[in-house]
């Protein structure tokens, strides 16, 4: 099955540093999602896209739907020690209950 | 509270054998997922439910079975056909309709010895 295309890997940053990863597909998506998971944790859902062009905050957090609706990115701004964890993207293709395409994750690293 | 928990947290278990994992949701969801998650990957669909006694097959699916006798529960057999079933396996539930997202449990962390 396809994932999506999630980059960059990994973020090494400084605290107060702002943060932007985005993810890309060779398909359309109805919905593009973002989760934060930390270790041995379930995903925690963060921010939900729904229509192309739709840019949505959750604090410090902005996430973007592309036009395309094969690509979408997150920005993360001012970090804080806690934002540390792995950010994924997910995209849902149907509008039914068929499953979300993950992408690898950026692994993100806050540098003391 | 609602949520969606996963049971056991750990498991271990003898190559050769099945184990099945728990997921149970009282969110009122219609639709269930399982994911597998292995090291710095992203998470792969194994089965998904969309309504009680009804799934279907994700994009991993050899060597594992699933069964939807109740809306709240979702569980998952690992057998001994599935040939690398040491992994991190969550569960997910969302509801049905063109704008949802889904939302996971905590995380069964499975490894065979």
Redesign the interface.
């Known amino acids: 099955?396809q994932?999506?295309n999630?980059s960059p890997q990994s973020m090494f940053i400084q605290e107060g540093e702002d943060v932007s990863m985005n993810c890309t597909s060779s398909s359309i998506f109805?919905?593009w999602?973002w989760?934060k998971q930390d270790p041995?944790?379930?995903?925690?859902?963060l921010i939900?896209l729904?229509k192309a062009g739709e840019l949505t905050s959750n604090g410090r957090l902005t996430a973007q739907f592309g036009i395309t609706r094969k690509d979408s990115f997150l920005n993360i701004s001012a970090s804080i020690p806690s934002d540390v964890g792995i950010y994924?993207c997910?995209g849902?293709r149907g509008?039914?209950?068929?499953?979300?395409?993950?992408?690898?994750?950026t692994h993100l690293i806050i540098q003391p | 509270d609602g949520g969606i928990t996963q049971s056991p947290k750990y498991l271990f278990r003898k190559e050769g054998q099945n184990v099945t994992l728990s997921c149970e949701q009282n969110l009122n969801h219609d639709a269930m997922y399982w994911y597998r998650q292995d090291p710095g990957q992203g998470l792969r669909l194994i089965y998904y439910s969309q309504i009680v006694n009804d799934f279907q097959k994700g994009d991993i699916a050899e060597g594992y079975s699933v069964s939807r006798e109740k809306k709240e529960s979702f569980p998952l057999t690992v057998t001994s056909a599935q040939k690398n079933p040491t992994a991190f396996y969550l569960c997910a539930s969302s509801i049905v309709g063109a704008a949802t997202e889904a939302f996971f449990g905590q995380g069964t962390r499975l490894t065979v010895v």
């Open positions: 099955g994932q999506l999630q109805n919905t999602l989760y041995g944790e379930g995903p925690v859902l939900a729904y994924f997910a849902r509008g039914g209950a068929d499953g979300l395409t993950f992408g690898k994750g």
